[in-house]
């Protein structure tokens, strides 16, 4: 028994120390990446920095400036090779122009001028980036201050790669948002990103479907759109949002010895939540309305615990109709229409709209 007690205290040495190393590498390995990542946007931004203060002395010689960054790219290249093309020096100029705000003028000295490694606790405790350099040089396309502002938060906060963040920016998430919100919230999505508090919060005008590849032309059942959904469920929950739990699709329930089926059943755990989603191709009637009415009811009276959040449902139609909404349904009413797409929409137009939407709050 006692050898028995020492093999087993032994193994469980053993996992111990397996386990205590891998934890240990892996959080050497982010601590590395973390660093390396801020040594690499500090660089980039102090060059930049020193290029437009260069620059300005000769601010009404256009000729000058571009000198500048092909000495300073013939310099560097020949001192280090590759990475400082002039192309890359424009890169870096346009980080420093878009980011000056984020770095005082104490900070950039300890780094770029004294070169002491205090300032990386610092720079640790207060991260003036949030991203990597790939996400800025995706960033520093948008024109849009806010708009670039909420992008590179969402990548922060979400997660996202860099193909996601293009693919949110293509689909004009920004947009979709901001016409989906009152005007103090809007302005918030530069400063928080989209931030889940309201059923409000989690409804897109409207949802871009283009990833299902299913043609506008051709003709589909709800049936086909519900099936394409589900294939592509991880490209939907991104579109949907934040805090998505799938959970099923046609749904039964029954009352009254009649059958009911929800498309598409989700629950949101930052709402806390059940999110009900019924599809609709064609027009959206005052029936379909009333139908999620019905649906809604039964899961809050049914399925929702008591320490959770009323049921909300969403009817994603091909064509929206907000007034016919607001006149079936009371105002306290936990459900939305949202239109879908199955193409990228205009970002210019959606721009325009925002633009014209904003104008009116204010007047």
């Excluded at 009371?330 to 199955?342: E, G, M, R, T, V």
Aim: a negative charge; aromatic letters at 12%; hydrophobic letters at 35%.
């Amino acid at each position: 028994m006692d050898h028995l007690n020492e093999m087993a205290e032994e193994d469980w040495g053993i996992d111990t120390l397996i386990k205590n190393s891998i934890d240990l590498i892996q959080y050497a390995r982010r601590l590395t990446a973390k660093q390396v990542n801020t040594v690499q946007l500090m660089t980039y931004y102090s060059l930049g920095k020193w290029i437009v203060e260069v620059q300005q002395r000769g601010q009404k010689r256009a000729k000058y400036g571009q000198k500048v960054i092909r000495t300073l790219s013939d310099s560097l290249t020949e001192k280090f090779g590759k990475g400082f093309s002039k192309a890359n020096l424009e890169f870096f100029r346009r980080f420093y122009l878009n980011y000056k705000d984020r770095i005082a003028e104490t900070v950039f000295r300890q780094f770029a001028i004294e070169k002491t490694e205090t300032v990386f606790r610092q720079l640790e405790e207060d991260p003036p980036f949030l991203v990597s350099w790939s996400h800025y040089l995706q960033l520093m396309r948008i024109e849009n201050a806010d708009e670039r502002s909420f992008y590179e938060i969402e990548s922060a906060k979400s997660g996202w790669g860099i193909r996601t963040l293009q693919r949110q920016y293509n689909s004009s998430l920004y947009e979709r948002l901001a016409l989906s919100r009152d005007k103090d919230a809007v302005m918030r999505l530069a400063t928080e990103g989209n931030v889940i508090a309201n059923p409000q919060d989690i409804v897109k005008q409207p949802t871009v479907l283009e990833f299902l590849g299913l043609e506008e032309q051709t003709k589909y059942s709800e049936s086909d759109l519900e099936t394409a959904l589900i294939d592509k469920l991880q490209k939907f929950l991104l579109e949907l949002g934040k805090g998505y739990l799938f959970e099923a699709r046609q749904k039964r329930f029954t009352f009254n010895e009649d059958n009911y089926y929800v498309d598409l059943v989700f629950y949101n755990r930052l709402l806390r939540c059940y999110v009900l989603i019924d599809l609709k191709v064609d027009k959206l009637t005052h029936q379909d309305i009333g139908q999620m009415q019905m649906y809604v009811n039964y899961y809050d009276r049914y399925e929702k615990l008591d320490e959770e959040n009323p049921t909300i449902g969403i009817l994603m139609c091909k064509e929206n109709n907000d007034a016919l909404v607001e006149i079936t349904l009371p105002k306290d009413a936990n459900i939305y229409a949202s239109q879908y797409n199955l193409y990228l929409p205009d970002k210019k137009l959606l721009q325009e709209k925002l633009k014209q939407w904003i104008a009116e709050e204010e007047s």
